[in-house]
């Protein structure tokens, strides 16, 4: 049965790319994307279940997580099984659903199943950097480009070839953002209720980041160099009220609890010392205090692990990643400026996002590995000011200033929606 769903997962990949890009681009993507699927199933099999590197060991406990999952439907029906029922289900119950899902189908574990799943979302995210790209105005070439570079990041591939949530994460919170730069193109009530599936989903995985991407998601509702109009306002308040129902109205839930607790329990001196040891941890003379020396914390946030860092063999496969990593942050820093001249509004919907969530990792910093992981999504982001700063015009190399709208009405609310003839 594990080979019949990862074949589904293939025909889901298809569908994803074709339906999401223009027929050529999709011819073009295609191939490259399932070529990234198979290298995940390929590591999945070879590298994280072989034992080859010891890294990690979420995925294991999010297949225990979801296996009790399924013993509860066995026992009780199918229902959604929540922080209240399961503690250890806060923050992550919506992948241990999906994994369960899947167990339950084939009938006992089926951890290759599950991460063609995994594949298949890492994929899908893709596929919204590229139309991501182009509404801000990257050029074809440019945001390919950025397609293969996402889709074969070392850290994602890792991340994204076992039962992880960092997929699902990096999905969602970047697809979000995308809807938020839609949203201060061209608004429409419907990409708020599809945004608002995506940020419950979101809630679910990775509590915190919902708090992440408000900020930037109010300022693509709020507007920048516009005043409100009625609807805009109407969907401000909206957020707004959705946010307070979130704080007052389920502060009692275990998993809101836990999510209000991650940022203190990650700040705390006995949790980041505990982080720090291993092979890949780091130790700052900050006195107990998770915001000093907050510059030095800020550059390994950014750039760790270093080249001339010594670890554990993980930690020096790493250095693979940050090598691109530094790549895309070079030139997402020169495309600032391009986008700043082009679209202000945009640049900041993407800069609350990148530079308080950096921030607040920073304040977290105890382990290369952890670390690792965690600036995902922030590298994806870079990654998109990388793509502009790339975008040449026809004229012969000179980078375009004028963003693209890509987009119609019709296939803004999601991001899957086939983009018009020459976007």
Known sequence: MEYIVVAVAVAVLAVVVH???????????????????????????FVTRSGVIHYGGDNRVYELWATEIVASWKSAGFHVVTAEENPALAGVAFPCHVFA??????????????TAVVAVIACALCVVMYRFARLLGADERAAFL????????????LHTSDM???????FLVVASLYLGVSMARRFEVRKVLVLGC???????VRSY????????????????????????????????AGAAFIYYGVIGTAAVEAMMDQLDTGQSDVVRQTNGDGGSGVSFDDGGSAWSSLGLKLLYTVFSPFPWAQGSLALQLGKIDVLVSYFLLFAAVRG?????????RVLLILLFFIVPSTI???TTMANVGLIFRQRMPIVMVAGLLAAVRWTRNSSGGQQSNAPAEIESSRNLTAPFYRAPRGA
């Open 146 to 157: 950025l397609l293969a570079v996402t889709a074969f990041l070392p850290s994602f591939l």
């Open 19 to 45: 339906a999401g890009l223009e027929g050529a681009v999709a011819r073009r993507a295609f191939p490259v994307l399932l070529l990234a699927f198979a290298a995940r199933l390929l590591v999945h099999v």
């Open 336 to 344: 600032i400026p391009i986008l700043w001249r082009a679209d202000r």
């Open 164 to 170: 992880y949530k960092d997929g699902f994460n990096a």
């Open 101 to 114: 899902v899947v167990i339950y189908l084939c009938g006992g574990p089926a951890p290759l199943a599950c």
């Open 360 to 362: 607040v990792y920073a």
């Open 198 to 204: 995506l940020l419950w989903a979101l809630w679910n």
């Open 209 to 240: 980041m919902v708090f992440m991407c408000l900020v930037p998601l109010a300022v693509s509702l709020l507007g920048v160099d516009r005043g409100f109009s009625p609807r805009r306002l109407l969907a401000f308040g909206a957020l707004l």
